[in-house]
């Protein structure tokens, strides 16, 4: 007798991802006092991507940046959507801070459009990348619609005590040093390190 074959429908695995959030949180290093609890290094953004591939099974990969016209700016895109991103962009505008001009640029309101509504319907599942607690209605909302998948949080020392509610789901990238640390003579040719990421 032969037995039934159940064809599964494949799941849409997404990630939207906060670049400066992601950059930043592993790159700086923490201290508790006087104490280093972590030393900050630079993360390989290609390699990060196949690893998300491959470890969580994504299909797509959003990257929220906001968008400055320079040329090692320029550089840094062209680089981020060669490696396979789907790189949305948010317009940056210059402001004071004290004595000195900042490019702002908050994809905040991006990564939630996008998440919630504009790819909604693509994705069965949602992996959120930040360990920004500005995202919390959002990971609720993704837990209530059974959407939620995980959580990369990029730094275990330095991410908002909000999102603890969903311990469950978090992972540390702070933690993959030894597999997704950006290696001058590496196989990669181009890294994030001296490009800037506007902040988020």
Not at 36 to 49: A, I, Q
Not at 59 to 75: M, P, Q, T, V, W
Not at 104 to 132: F, R
């Amino acid at each position: 007798m032969r037995k039934k074959v159940i064809n599964k429908k494949k799941r849409n695995i997404y990630a939207f991802i906060d670049s400066q959030n992601l950059n930043l949180g592993v790159r700086n290093s923490v201290k508790r006092g006087n104490k280093m609890v972590y030393k900050g290094w630079t993360l390989d953004f290609k390699r990060f991507l196949i690893y998300i591939k491959q470890k969580y099974l994504v299909d797509k990969a959003f990257l929220f940046i906001g968008k400055i016209e320079d040329n090692r700016s320029l550089s840094l895109y062209k680089f981020l959507q060669k490696s396979g991103y789907s790189v949305v962009f948010k317009k940056t505008l210059k402001g004071k801070k004290g004595n000195n001009y900042v490019t702002k640029g908050n994809v905040d309101a991006e990564l939630v459009l996008h998440c919630a509504k504009i790819q909604y319907e693509n994705y069965d599942k949602a992996i959120i990348v930040s360990g920004d607690g500005d995202f919390y209605c959002l990971i609720e909302y993704l837990l209530k619609k059974r959407k939620l998948s995980k959580i990369l949080v990029p730094n275990q020392y330095a991410y908002s005590r909000l999102l603890s509610e969903f311990r469950q789901y978090i992972s540390f990238i702070s933690e993959l040093k030894t597999k997704l640390e950006y290696k001058k003579n590496g196989s990669v040719a181009c890294s994030t390190k001296s490009a800037t990421f506007p902040p988020s």
